[in-house]
Structures are given as structure tokens and as C-alpha cells.
């Protein structure tokens, strides 16, 4: 499988070692993301991958496989990958106008949190990983790229995503999350779905206490989470990114 974010990498410093080299955020934020296997979907190639693998992991647990990514200028989906080609995918999209894809089962929940003065609500959609490969440091870096650009990005401050009961379990235990509904029947996959919720301060806070504690913990991705430094240059790459017009703005369906 041909991407980008793989040719990015070639010969570079595999994911989860080292720290970002200083002038490729100056000269080329994709190749300072790709350090640690992370891309942005920025193409109609890279998008069909993305559901490509989404379809793949979705449809043999029978939640259907024909599903899309998400576009316009609301969507950002992330690409995670190893030197092997792409294992996973995970899109943020920002609430506006449009919504977001939750609130056609949990709209009344959602709302509670756009009422609170201050808030910037997000969700995380369309997420699948390999695990077939060494997923634990990929699979946390991933979650950590999506949360520095929306927090940096869309001052992101509640974070949402609506899962069936049986991944329920993950979600609370390697990330934090907690349910904040009963659940409900999502009609697009026909299946019983929980809204999960995590503030990004209580993200951050994870992140603080992992730091400090130095130990690792195998029921949490928090341990594996960047270090400070290096999420500052991750942050930078992704201004660096923005500033450049490499994430694509254009209309759905072009490339």
C-alpha cells in the first residue's frame, strides 16, 4: 500500500523514538509529523485508504462496510502508520452548523454541553486500528495528535464519542472516558451505542499525572502519550501545516 505519510518516513526515525528534528518543523511540518507515524488525510487518495481500513475493520464485525469519511472544512481524519502502509485512521470533527454525527442519537446530551458558557465541543468518528501490528504506542500517539490540534486549533474544550457497549470498557480504561447517557440504537449501523465524554482538562490532567509518575501503566495509552517537548514541536508542525495550506479546504468530493 502506497502513502504518503510511509514515503515521509523513509529512513526516518521510527515512531515512539527520539524527538522531532528542528528544521523539519521550519521546512516541512508533514515529514516532523510522520516522525512518529502521524499524517493528515490531505488527498482523495488518502481518504479512500482511510475508508479502505475503515470498512475493513468495520465490516467483519458487522457494523456494515461501506462507510465514508467525513470532508469539509469541520472534519480533520488522521493517519496513522508504520512502515508497512496505514493501520489506522480517527477523525475530529468541530461542532458548527452542521453538528455533529452523535447528535442523531444523543442530541439532548450534547446540548447540556453547548449550553455551558465557554464550551467548544468535538467528536472523535471513524475510528479504526490495525491491532495486529504493535499497536500500543501508534494507537496513543494517534489519540495525542488529535487532541493537540483541536486543542490548539479549536480550543476544543469536551471531547465526545459514541461507541457500542462492548468497546465501552476500552474507552473508559485506556483513556478516561465515561459514559454520560444510558444506551441508545444508533440507526445507521442498527447497533446499542453509549456517548462516552472527556474534558480536555481532565486529558490534560492524565497527562500531567503520567508524566510526574514515570511508571507505566498497561490499562492506559497515557504512559505512551509524547513527552512535553515533544508535544510542543507536534503543536508547532501542525500551525507550520495550517500555515502552508497543506490540509486540504477544498469542497468534498475533490481532491
Known sequence: MTLDVVNAAAGRTPAGAGSLA????HHNPRAALADYGIQVASNRQQRSQAAELLNRMYGWRGYGSDHKIPEGEACTTFLAASAEGLVG????????????????TFEDIL?????????????????AFDASTPARPRLAHLFHAVLIYGSSKHRCTDL??????????????MLGFRPVADARTNVSVQA?????????????????SHREAGKSNPRS?????????????????????????????????QA
Open 221 to 253: 495509552l497515557y504512559p505512551y502519550f509524547l513527552r512535553e517537548g515533544e508535544e510542543a514541536s507536534l503543536a508547532t508542525a501542525f500551525r507550520d501545516l495550517e500555515g502552508a495550506c497543506a490540509i486540504d479546504r477544498q469542497p468534498a468530493g
Open 89 to 104: 485512521t480517527l477523525t475530529l470533527t468541530v461542532d458548527g452548523a452542521a453538528g455533529l454525527a452523535a447528535d442523531r
Open 192 to 208: 446499542p451505542s453509549h456517548l462516552l465524554w472527556l474534558s480536555v482538562d481532565a486529558i490534560r490532567a492524565n497527562i500531567r
Open 160 to 173: 465526545f464519542i459514541e461507541v457500542h457497549p462492548r468497546h465501552r470498557a476500552f474507552y473508559e480504561a
Open 111 to 127: 446540548d447540556t454541553f453547548r449550553a455551558a458558557p465557554g464550551s467548544s465541543i468535538c467528536e472523535l468518528t471513524k475510528f
Open 22 to 25: 528542528t528544521e523539519c518543523l
